[in-house]
């Protein structure tokens, strides 16, 4: 290695630069191949370095916020579930609404993509630059709990509101006791107008009651959550059976009356 190789190889080091330095050669004989100016070449070295680390982020990202599966918006497929417009999910991918500190709520019996809407978008966000934090609605009570137990519950809400986006998902899945359903509001309310949600349910809001165990509950945690939000309510069977043969459904039973 020459003394002038040696020396930029340590100046990569220094500036943690380890892209550029591998395309360093590749992109100099280019320059000198097509006479770029030296800024022209200092912009493709510097564009090189840049992408290789939001990449990194946005992978970074996407691991903190632990997501149970890999899902995009590209894969989802809108031709077996037809109850959502393409362009409104589009629309949502494009992160508006992170902007606007407004929710996203995914309503719809079990198996008809909720979660993997949810995933998707909190991927998009993780990908634009912004920290998410995925959970089901159980997992969430649980983290609360924990915190409460060690007097840091105050403290652990502070941090949570500080997140751009947090993810519920399968709220109704499991009814809650009321210790869980006042931690659910209580991390609700902190983000009230102040950062942005996406939560599922297998549940409509008429019965979210019976989730929480008490109407004026539920009720002032609905208000908070749909005063700046997207509703979508997802229709149809279940996504994950979708290109199965599961044969001929079986008759409904009689009315015993």
């Given at each position: 290695m020459s003394g002038e190789a040696s020396e930029l190889a340590h100046l990569f080091r220094a500036l943690k630069a380890p892209a550029a330095a591998r395309e360093l050669p590749a992109l100099a004989d280019r320059a000198r191949q097509e006479q770029w100016s030296y800024e022209h070449f200092l912009e493709a070295l510097l564009s090189v370095e840049a992408s290789a680390r939001e990449a990194h982020g946005s992978e970074s990202r996407i691991r903190a916020a632990r997501f149970p599966a890999r899902k995009t918006l590209e894969e989802f497929d809108f031709?077996?579930?037809?109850?959502?417009?393409?362009t409104v999910i589009e629309h949502l991918?494009?992160?508006?609404?992170l902007l606007g500190k407004e929710n996203v709520i995914l309503l719809g019996p079990p198996g008809v993509g909720k979660t993997h809407l949810a995933i998707a978008l909190g991927i998009r966000a993780c990908l634009g630059g912004q920290r998410v934090k995925f959970a089901t609605a159980t997992q969430w009570v649980a983290r609360l709990a924990g915190a409460k137990r060690q007097g840091?519950?105050?403290?652990?809400?502070?941090?949570?509101?500080k997140v751009p986006l947090l993810v519920i998902d399968e709220v109704g899945y499991i009814p809650f006791d009321p210790e869980a359903a006042n931690l659910t509001f209580e991390l609700i309310s902190a983000r009230y107008e102040r950062a942005s949600l996406i939560v599922t349910s297998n549940k409509p809001f008429s019965k979210w009651g019976q989730i929480f165990g008490d109407d004026a509950v539920a009720t002032a945690m609905i208000d908070r959550l749909i005063h700046h939000a997207e509703i979508l309510s997802l229709k149809g069977?279940?996504?994950r059976l979708r290109g199965k043969n599961?044969?001929?459904?079986?008759?409904?039973?009689?009315d015993p009356t």
């Open positions: 031709t077996f579930q037809h109850s959502i417009k393409k991918g494009q992160l508006d609404f840091q519950l105050e403290t652990e809400i502070r941090r949570l509101s069977d279940s996504y599961l044969g001929p459904r079986p008759a409904p039973l009689a």
